[in-house]
């Protein structure tokens, strides 16, 4: 029911002449109609490149991060407008590296999801629990409040236009993914959460993402849990093989 999402964040990795190269591998080794949303996040500066890269597949092209406003005094951001005209359709917000070395919190995640959605992007909303708030059992707390702080506000129909990512701090970049059944425990209380705030319906079509040390060799394990709605990819979709590999893997 829930189509599927394999979305690649490059993080601070790739110029513009290695995002084309990317994509030269990339796309022909990955169905020109796959069964799922195909999504890869370049740095800013290499946007306008992957858009162009990508033009004429079904591969969206998303920033990593967005500022709330129009446009104005505020050096070094770039907003939401600037993004699609770069040839962006969605964007990361509140991804766990901004939350813990960029200041960003559940405030300015609500403002960025509100931008993004009002210039018809896709916000991609990532949301998990750092290492010493696991191990003190705090995850479902962390998440619920992260989830419900993130989504105030929003309509019902702008809720249904967004995307949920799941991902522990402790599994991001470590090798350390969280089990199958860790994810999926999470991910069904994130939909309880979304049913008690929004409503049961949007709640069964909202798409949560898994993120965290995905790689080729343990997508399936994740994947065939129904829970899981899809993939957010850091190290291994650096590599046009190991993406292809995710994207081809997904259980059907
Ligand atoms: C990420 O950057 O969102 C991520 C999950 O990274 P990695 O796959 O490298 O853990």
């Given at each position: 029911?829930?189509r599927?999402v394999?979305?690649?964040?490059?993080?601070?990795?790739?110029?513009q002449?290695?995002?084309?190269?990317?994509?030269?591998?990339f796309?022909?080794?990955?169905?020109?109609?796959p069964?799922?949303?195909?999504?890869?996040?370049?740095?800013f500066?290499?946007?306008?490149?992957?858009?162009?890269?990508?033009?004429?597949?079904?591969?969206?092209?998303a920033a990593?991060?967005?500022?709330w406003?129009?446009?104005?005094?505020?050096?070094?951001?770039i907003?939401?407008?600037?993004?699609?005209?770069?040839?962006?359709?969605?964007?990361?917000i509140?991804?766990?590296?901004?939350r813990?070395?960029?200041?960003?919190?559940?405030?300015?995640?609500l403002?960025?999801?509100?931008?993004?959605?009002?210039?018809g992007?896709?916000?991609i909303?990532?949301i998990?629990?750092?290492?010493?708030?696991?191990?003190?059992?705090?995850t479902?707390?962390?998440?619920?409040?992260?989830?419900?702080?993130?989504?105030?506000?929003?309509?019902?129909?702008?809720?249904?236009?967004?995307?949920?990512?799941?991902?522990?701090?402790?599994?991001?970049?470590?090798?350390?993914?969280?089990?199958?059944?860790?994810?999926?425990?999470?991910?069904?209380?994130l939909?309880?959460?979304?049913?008690?705030?929004?409503s049961?319906?949007?709640a069964?079509?909202?798409?949560?993402?898994?993120?965290g040390?995905?790689?080729?060799d343990?997508?399936?394990?994740l994947?065939?849990?129904?829970?899981?709605?899809?993939v957010l990819?850091?190290?291994?979709?650096?590599?046009?093989k190991?993406?292809?590999?995710?994207?081809?893997?997904?259980?059907?």
């Amino acid at each position: 029911m829930r189509r599927p999402v394999i979305a690649g964040n490059w993080k601070m990795y790739k110029t513009q002449e290695e995002t084309r190269a990317f994509f030269a591998a990339f796309k022909p080794l990955v169905p020109a109609t796959p069964d799922c949303d195909v999504i890869v996040a370049p740095p800013f500066t290499s946007l306008a490149a992957a858009a162009a890269a990508a033009h004429g597949s079904s591969i969206t092209i998303a920033a990593q991060n967005a500022y709330w406003e129009r446009e104005g005094a505020f050096t070094g951001e770039i907003s939401v407008r600037m993004i699609a005209d770069a040839g962006g359709k969605a964007v990361l917000i509140g991804h766990s590296e901004r939350r813990q070395f960029f200041g960003e919190t559940d405030e300015t995640v609500l403002k960025k999801t509100k931008a993004a959605l009002a210039a018809g992007l896709t916000p991609i909303v990532c949301i998990g629990e750092k290492l010493a708030e696991y191990q003190a059992g705090k995850t479902q707390h962390v998440c619920e409040t992260q989830f419900l702080a993130g989504s105030n506000s929003l309509t019902p129909e702008e809720f249904s236009r967004i995307l949920l990512a799941y991902e522990p701090v402790w599994a991001i970049g470590t090798g350390h993914t969280a089990t199958p059944e860790i994810a999926t425990a999470v991910h069904k209380f994130l939909r309880s959460c979304a049913a008690a705030r929004f409503s049961e319906s949007l709640a069964a079509s909202l798409r949560i993402l898994y993120g965290g040390s995905v790689k080729p060799d343990n997508i399936k394990g994740l994947m065939a849990q129904e829970e899981l709605d899809g993939v957010l990819v850091g190290g291994a979709s650096l590599d046009p093989k190991s993406f292809a590999s995710i994207v081809k893997d997904w259980p059907r």
